[in-house]
């Protein structure tokens, strides 16, 4: 048996132990969903236009009363963290049924007025069509919003053991009647051989606490792991032509392949099918996810 300085077996200690000695942060959850939306070109022998998506909900209550924000809320004390966010996600924009995964962690002083509140957000990237939206509990409205990033400056400074490299970029959100803004400031300090990052809102409109840096964050690390993984498959029907492919890629990554390098970088991620798609230009096959490319 194992005492404390006091003399206290462990069933002793928690019998007296009183949890009010120590202030404590509320904890909540954010989901950030990503999604592809598929735009119809009037010309038919040009492929359908894509956009990057994040969804959004518009808040009904202070702070930042008609703003909107990332579908999220407070943690029960009788729930884990994942199982919050997927309730949270769940009576606010009725989407369920999504895979989810832990993006980082969200604690700066001063990040919610009501208190001090710690964060865990969550990131999916979804099929949209497989998805029904209906605004739910606490929200106005729920709605998916285009996602643009332009870099406004970007700077970089080298010294014997260190470099900092910082990037102020626009983030803008839009549907056709709303649009939501955000300045943020990037900052990577690599020192040796260790990097530390930092990012800081400078200024927003329309969008609720720090919410555009979670998207931000988001958005970066999307475009990292599409390197290495299959995430990008998560975005598109079962079956899909590999222009439709080569598409999500270059509007996450944000830069254009031709078409034999980037059939070169999926050809053991996909399996060709004996289907075509219709329409009245020319049919393109169509191809679907191989689950044992990395064997």
Known sequence: MILNKQGQTEE????VYNPDEFEKPSVSVDVLLFAIATIENPDVRKLADKKLQV???????HPYIGQWAIPGGFVGMNENLNDAALRELREE?????????QLYTWGDLG???RTRVISTSYMALINKNSCRLQAGTDVVDARWFDVNI??????EKNEADSTITQKVVELVLKTQDITCKARIKETITIINRFTTSKLEIIEQDNISFDH???IYYGLMR???KIEYTDIAFSLLPNEFTLAELQ???EIILGKTFTKPNFQRKIRNMVLETDKFEGGAHRPARLFRFNKDWGK
């Open 12 to 15: 002793e200690f928690l019998a």
């Open 55 to 61: 969804l959004l909900v518009q808040r009904d209550n």
């Open 93 to 101: 924009t009725a989407v369920d049924n999504v895979y989810i995964e």
């Open 111 to 113: 990040r919610d007025p």
């Open 150 to 155: 332009n870099i406004i400056e970007e700077d």
């Open 212 to 214: 555009a840096k979670i």
């Open 222 to 224: 999307m475009r990292n």
């Open 247 to 249: 598409l999500v890629y």
